[in-house]
């Protein structure tokens, strides 16, 4: 690709490049590449960009490929750009409470560079151990701790973008406030690749988050669970975190450890409170919570003030896919994950209209969420060799983003739409929306060779 780029940048070895032709979704296209650029620089990319467009070449935009939407794969003829080796964290600013990155650090990297700082960046996907910041940009990652602290698109001060045609951009300001120019940054942060390529984030960040307390309440059944949540939320309580596992994610989370958790229960909520940062204030929140559970049915509520069992129950929250994984490796290799938003109040309903799917189809069905936010992850368990069961996986997740879009959500709250979900986004957008959403893509991207046949192809 000339000698604009970094030595050894380029691989078009087959092995290599069908190495990195996809991301974690399951039963995504994955096409054939041309080659992989690994760039280090923001030149490798502006030279990739600039042969690319001139040759009419497309470009899939790639991170650390962790995403679950088939937003990073292959498609026939491209090129791979991989951002993953731009690592460095650039600059923290303890002033004015920001830190630059360049896309390939790792949300969990970030976290701990910013400790001995007394500041913290809160969105913390459950890959947040391997997931990277340019990736969470791409998606608009959310979180564990989103409920209170919002997702990533709410600290991105500024971003460097290459555009399609090589240009090199600065969206945003690195101040407090601006509203000079139109709100690219948000346009650009969950738009996956496909407007352009982050080279460059600056992050809004937040002093060290106190410690919290914890509470954990089984329930009998989902739609009791679901209830508390809808009502606990609805009186203005602000958690740090509001987690729900299923009866089954409890199976599942028991035969992949020993997690201790609750065999008897049909759900259980995991709720965190730091309060407004005054310990009074977290034990009034959980006492609250505590008190709507029961309230609604709850079986047991057990408290923690101690920090190593904070950990560890959060710790036990976030192997769930890798439990999940597990369970549909041992047992027909099949496992679709959705990712539904929801009104809260919508979620007993929800619960309900799952558990039809479940009893007709003899699925198995898991669901961890992000309940607080009404964000719903439901885990559909195939046989991936037999075409009956692997057609009525398809179809209950299908019909899963359709419960979502007819109580109100919609069908991707952080994982993105990616080529999983292209064809559904057209369903869920106006008419008018669909064609600002072309509009934009024309007016950027005018010969189409950002990341094609994902989230916007269909529109």
Known sequence: MGPELTPGAVSVEPGVVAGHAADQAPFGAVGDALALVRARTVQDVQATLRLASRLGIPVVPQGTRTGISGGANAVDGCILLSV??????????????????????????????????????????GSVAICSIGGNVATNAGGLCC????????????????????????????TTKGVAGLDLVGLFVGSEGTLGVVVEVTLRLVPLLPPPLTAVAAFPTERAAASAVAAF????????????????????????????????????????????????????????FAATAEHHGAL??????????????????????????????????????????????????????????????????????????GNVHPSVFFDAQDPESTRQAHE????????????????????????????????????????????????????????????????
């Open 233 to 288: 939320m609805a009186t203005g309580a602000r958690p740090s975190m509001l987690e729900s596992l299923d009866r089954h994610a409890i199976t599942l989370l028991n035969e992949f450890g020993d997690f201790g958790l609750d065999a008897e229960a049909g759900a259980l909520l995991l709720m965190q409170s730091n309060g407004d940062g005054h310990r009074e204030s977290a034990e009034q929140e959980v006492a609250a």
């Open 300 to 373: 047991d509520v057990a408290f923690s003030t101690d920090p190593e069992d904070s950990d560890a129950l959060v710790a036990t929250r976030r192997m769930a896919q890798p439990a999940f994984e597990r369970h549909a490796q041992t047992h027909g290799g099949g496992q679709l994950l959705d990712d539904v938003c929801l009104p809260r109040m919508a979620l007993p309903e929800f619960y309900d209209r799952l558990e039809t799917i479940r009893e007709r189809t003899g699925l198995m069905i898991a669901v961890v969420a992000h309940a607080g936010d």
């Open 147 to 174: 409920v209170k602290y919002g997702v990533t698109r709410d600290y991105v001060r500024e971003l460097k973008v290459v555009l399609a045609d090589g240009t090199l951009t600065r969206l945003g300001h690195r």
């Open 84 to 125: 993953e080796r731009m690592d460095s964290i650039l600059e923290i600013n303890t002033g004015e409470q920001t830190v630059t990155v360049e896309p390939g650090v790792i949300n969990q990297t970030l976290k701990e560079a910013l400790v001995p700082h007394g500041l913290a960046y809160p969105p913390d996907p």
């Open 396 to 459: 209950a997740f299908e019909e899963i983003m359709d419960i979502g879009l007819q109580l109100g959500g919609t069908i991707t709250g952080e994982h993105g739409v990616g080529s999983l979900k292209r064809a559904w986004l057209p369903r869920e957008l106006d008419e008018g929306s669909r064609r600002l959403h072309r509009s934009i893509k024309d007016a950027v991207d005018p010969g189409g060779i950002l990341n094609p046949g994902k989230q916007l192809a269909e529109l």
